[in-house]
């Protein structure tokens, strides 16, 4: 019999990817404290705490690839400092047992230079805060002796994609034709991937050897400013461009004294005041793959958050 694909969590890129292997004929296990996933006969939903290494070694049995798809519990570095590594050390020490690669969806934090474009070549040595944990996170998988391949992406869009910049802080007041309101700035360039191009690739990731522990590079559109991503949304459900304004940086830092949600935000505001470009054309070729087109892509946000009410 075919190996199984497991996956570990079923948010938005979880479910992508558990959607995408069993569409294209595979055995998926998603793994998940309440027993959520995509309903698929080709997927098994189990209830299985990952931070817990036996029930983590035997969900694993069978397996040969693992999407580690699971993020902290909340948006905080202190959280993530206290759950991510951990957590990242059990799943690499089960999957070794069980002969699996293990790849993970990586976020762009790590950069050291983020505001001079980002290529898979670039340096990665940011420190402190969220920034560092991942830098850390990073260096801790290359060093494991489970083969690993992280797929970096930027800022998600697409379906099942509700707490983002170009979630449910964008997209459902685009389609109310009310004004959004963004972060930072609604001109400056910014990188956004679509979450199944990132599925798409973490999947074809674990079929090229060739590829293991490395760094890789989501298939991303030319970066977009705030508010052309919002009137694409817009043009693909038929409606008039909407109005965006933007929160200054000074007004978020300074809401973040007594709000610990946008102190944690504020850490992040770099990426909204200058160019943040994410470049995935070397990855594209070495995997074979390209974005999903802009329209396309906004086309099936649209219907799903339409879905959703």
Known sequence: ???????????????????????AGQRVRVLTRSGSGPDHELIER???????????????????????????????????????????????????????????????????????????????????????????????????ATPTVSVAASDFFGPRVRTAHAGDRMVPLVLAGKRVQVVGSATIPHSFTYVPDLAAAMIRATEKPELWNSVLHAPTNAPLTQRELATAFATAAGLSAPKVSAIPGW?????????????????TLYQFQAPFILDSTASEQLLGLAPTPLPTAAGQTVQWWRSQG
């Open 1 to 23: 019999m075919d190996a199984i694909k497991v996956v570990t969590g079923a948010g938005p890129v979880g479910w992508n990817v558990a959607t995408q292997l069993a569409q």
């Open 46 to 144: 189990r209830r299985v705490d990952v931070s817990e290494p036996a029930a983590l070694s035997q969900a694993l049995e069978g397996a040969d690839a693992v999407f580690h798809c699971i993020h902290g519990s909340k948006y905080s570095a202190e959280a993530w400092r206290r759950e991510l590594p951990d957590a990242e050390q059990t799943v690499l020490a089960a999957a070794g047992g069980a002969g699996a690669v293990v790849v993970f969806p990586e976020s762009l934090y790590s950069y050291t230079t983020p505001e001079t474009g980002m290529v898979e070549t670039g340096p990665r040595d940011a420190q402190g805060g969220k920034r560092g944990i991942r830098t850390a996170l990073l260096a801790a998988r290359q060093a494991s």
């Open 251 to 267: 007004v978020i830092k300074g809401l973040g004294i007594a709000l610990p949600d946008m102190r944690e935000l504020a850490e």
